[in-house]
């Protein structure tokens, strides 16, 4: 009898055991399944402020191209742009950093980055920040210009950067995105 109920005894903390484990496993398994869909949310987040980018870049990148070749000592004069050539670009790249601010201000975060909600607001103010300098500041004689956007949209990606690093990704190169 004694013999009997050891086994019966070993039988039932196996199985409470066996229980206890699958039930962990579940959580695991569920905690996996909520990170793949945060960086699934995340990733598609990137690609959304990515086409924000995107919209108007092509007149800002125009007007920016040509201010450094107008702007450089080694640039020959007959590959320089006219000042009217730039006072053309000026007025649509300015228009497309404006549409571009409204771009990202008009960006939702996803509730599934609520926990990340208030770095990536941190890092969008820089975002704008450039933009509003671009759109602020596009005075043709003044090369400092880019050098104050190129320091805001680093702190944008280095912010953006830490989300995705967070959340186990890789931290992505948006300027990169817009070459």
Do not use: W
Request: glycine fraction near 4%.
């Amino acid at each position: 009898m004694k013999k009997l109920l050891t086994v019966l005894s070993l039988s039932m903390l196996l199985i409470v055991a066996a229980c206890g484990s699958n039930t962990n496993s579940e959580s695991e398994t569920s905690g996996e399944t909520e990170q793949a869909d945060t960086k699934s949310v995340l990733l598609d987040f990137q690609a959304e402020v990515v086409s924000v980018l995107r919209e108007n870049n092509d007149e800002i990148s125009a007007y920016e191209s040509a201010k450094a070749a107008y702007l450089d000592n080694e640039t020959p004069d007959a590959d320089k742009p006219s000042t009217q050539e730039l006072e053309d670009l000026k007025g649509p790249a300015v228009e497309a950093s404006k549409a571009t601010v409204e771009g990202i201000e008009g960006l939702t975060i996803p509730a599934e980055l609520d926990e990340s909600k208030k770095e990536i607001m941190s890092s969008f103010d820089e975002l704008t920040k450039a933009y509003n300098i671009r759109a602020e500041q596009a005075d043709i004689e003044d090369p400092s210009v880019q050098e104050k956007v190129s320091e805001h949209f680093t702190k944008f990606e280095d912010k953006m950067g830490n989300v995705f690093e967070d959340t186990g990704l890789i931290k992505p190169s948006f300027a990169k995105e817009l070459e």
